[in-house]
Every structure is written in C-alpha cells, then in structure tokens.
C-alpha cells in the first residue's frame, strides 16, 4: 500500500535560520506531491505542490524538491520566523484522494 | 469567498447521543471529502463525494457513521449513537479537480468541528 511518512518528532529551528522538513514515499512515484501548514485548531492549508518531472519549486522563501531516486520530497523554509511555527503535512495523490502523512511540527524559537 | 464553512466547532456530548455535523462546501466545487484528525492516526478519509454522489465511503468506520450530501452546497455526516472513542476533530474539504495546478486535486478545508464525546 502506498504510504507517506513524515519525522514525528518536532523540529525546533533559530529564527533566521533554514528549517528542512522531510516527507517520504513507498511505492511507486505519485504524479505530484502537495505541502499543506496546519495552525492549532485550524484545517490544513495548501501551500505549494511539485510534480514528479519537477526537481525543484519556489514561493518566497518556500522550496520543495522531489527526489525521485531518493522517494522523498523536502521542503525548505529560508530565513524562519517564529510565525512559521506550525505543524506541515506532505500529501501524495491517488486516484481521486489524498494520502497524507502524520505531519512534522515545526518550531521556531526567536 | 467564505471558504469551507462547517458547524458546530465544538461539540461536547454523552455517549449514546446523536451527532450531526454540517459543511458548506466552497461555492462550484464539485469534490467533496470528510476527514477524521486524531493524533494517533492522523488525518483519515472518511467519504468522498462527486458532484453530489458519493464514490467512496470505505473509510466511515461502521454502521453508526453516515453521511449525505442533498445537493452541491450542503454536506451532513452523522453519528448514531456517538461513543468516546469518536472524539476528533472532523474536517470537511472540497476541490475542482484539476482546477488548480492543473491535473491536481488541491483541497480546501473548513476549520474543523471538534467532537468530544464522554
């Protein structure tokens, strides 16, 4: 079955400096794999989605990569703030839905 | 744009009690998805809906989960007699396939209705 993981243990960045999430995949490569931020007690919120012939993309100081040798996406966020401080899910397509993966805590002390 | 509006935010009942949570989708998407938060399992597909019909519901855990879908704006799942280990948080997406990142299904969430159950 296809799978999405993610390091469940909390990311705790210095403000300033670039925090790197990591999402990994089983299984065959999805045809794109989507970022979402989720805030305490809100619902997920799309952020940026790369396709599997895309090395990498941009949006401000967002960056995510797919490596699909490696089976694994990364995202970048350069020059963290403390409101980047949320936790972010990796998701890959299949068929109609989305599988999602448990979601990476990230923390940015100032 | 209001967005995905869903009610109750919070609910807090007994076991046994019947619950009914309610969605409004983003006006013209025709997907419609119910998840399932916890943090032990994370974000779990419930059911999905296209254009009104709904394709998918292996995800609704048994008998006592229902959901409907009586036209393109309105969404109810429902859960009958309702049991402590139903306590979630449930969120309501929608999308237009396809519609952004073309060939992608980017979804929009509602902000979630947290149910607990004593």
């Known amino acids: 079955s296809q799978k999405i993981e993610q390091n469940s243990e909390a990311l705790n960045i210095q403000e300033g400096k670039t925090a790197t999430l990591t999402c990994n995949y089983t299984n065959y490569s999805p045809a794109y794999l989507q970022w979402y931020r989720q805030d305490p007690g809100r619902g997920p919120v799309f952020l940026l989605l790369i396709r599997e012939n895309e090395k990498e993309k941009r949006k401000e100081r967002l960056k995510v990569t797919f490596d699909t040798t490696l089976k694994q996406s990364l995202f970048h966020i350069t020059a963290s703030q403390p409101a980047d401080s949320a936790t972010y899910l990796c998701?890959?397509?299949?068929?109609?839905?989305?599988?999602w993966g448990a979601g990476t805590k990230l923390i940015i002390k100032p | 744009d209001a967005g995905v509006i869903q009610s109750p935010r919070h609910e807090v009942t007994e076991m046994g009690q019947e619950v009914t949570l309610r969605c409004k989708p983003i006006s013209g998407h025709n997907s419609l998805f119910w998840y399932r938060q916890t943090m032990m399992r994370g974000l779990e597909l419930l059911i999905y809906?296209?254009?009104?019909?709904?394709?998918?519901d292996s995800g609704m855990p048994e008998d006592r989960f229902s959901a409907k879908m009586p036209n393109a704006s309105f969404s109810t799942l429902k859960i009958q007699p309702s049991e402590p280990r139903d306590s979630a948080v449930y969120f309501c997406?929608?999308?237009?396939?396809?519609?952004?990142?073309?060939?992608?299904?980017?979804?929009?969430f509602g902000a979630g209705s947290r149910l607990t159950v004593l």
């Open positions: 809906f296209n254009n009104n019909v709904p394709i998918d």
């Open positions: 997406a929608s999308s237009i396939p396809g519609r952004r990142e073309s060939g992608a299904n980017v979804l929009t």
């Open positions: 998701a890959r397509d299949s068929n109609y839905q989305l599988i």
